[in-house]
């Protein structure tokens, strides 16, 4: 299997945490994916409409629109395939969790504070893309 460039991919992120957000926007975007941010649910919504990504990572705790009424809503037909990533600050039991992870699209539940290597495995594994350090250890074509 060939894996792709993560500079072809988009990433949504989204999340009410200004810090978090850029935190997560730098890591993203340091390992060579195109990133776009919302700050909630509602911006979440509108952007993938604009222009659907390749994934999202989402904060299941916003205000107005959380995570998950923003899941609910990815359930149409046009954008039930996106693949999530949901993260979270709360400690929430594990029903709840089996719950979101029965949604068709949720890959992953990340508890934060975000281990950036559990995220950028999840992505990379995900995406099928190679990590930007694969190239060099790669030998030169023939």
Same mark, same amino acid.
């Given at each position: ?9 988009? *990433? !949504?992120? %989204? ?26 649910? +509602? ?32 359930? %149409? ?11 979270? %600050? ?9 719950? *979101? ?5 949720? !890959? +992953? ?9 559990? !995220? ?6 995900? !995406? +099928?893309?190679?990590?930007?350090? *694969? ?8």
């Amino acid at each position: 299997m060939e894996l792709a460039n993560p500079k072809d991919k988009l *990433i !949504l992120i %989204a999340d009410d945490d200004a810090d978090v957000l850029s935190f997560l926007e730098t890591v993203v975007s340091s390992e060579g994916f195109k990133v776009v941010c919302a700050k909630n649910g +509602e911006e979440t919504l509108k952007k993938v409409g604009e222009n659907p990504p390749d994934l999202i990572i989402a904060d299941l705790m916003m205000p107005g629109q959380g995570g998950y009424e923003v899941l609910r809503q990815l359930q %149409a037909a046009e954008t039930r395939k996106i693949p999530v990533v949901m993260i979270t %600050a709360s400690h929430i039991n594990d029903s709840t969790v089996q719950m *979101i992870r029965q949604e068709a699209n949720v !890959l +992953e539940f990340i508890s934060k504070p975000v281990q950036i290597h559990v !995220l950028l495995t999840a992505l990379h594994h995900y !995406l +099928e893309t190679y990590p930007p350090d *694969i190239k060099k250890l790669r030998p030169p074509p023939r």
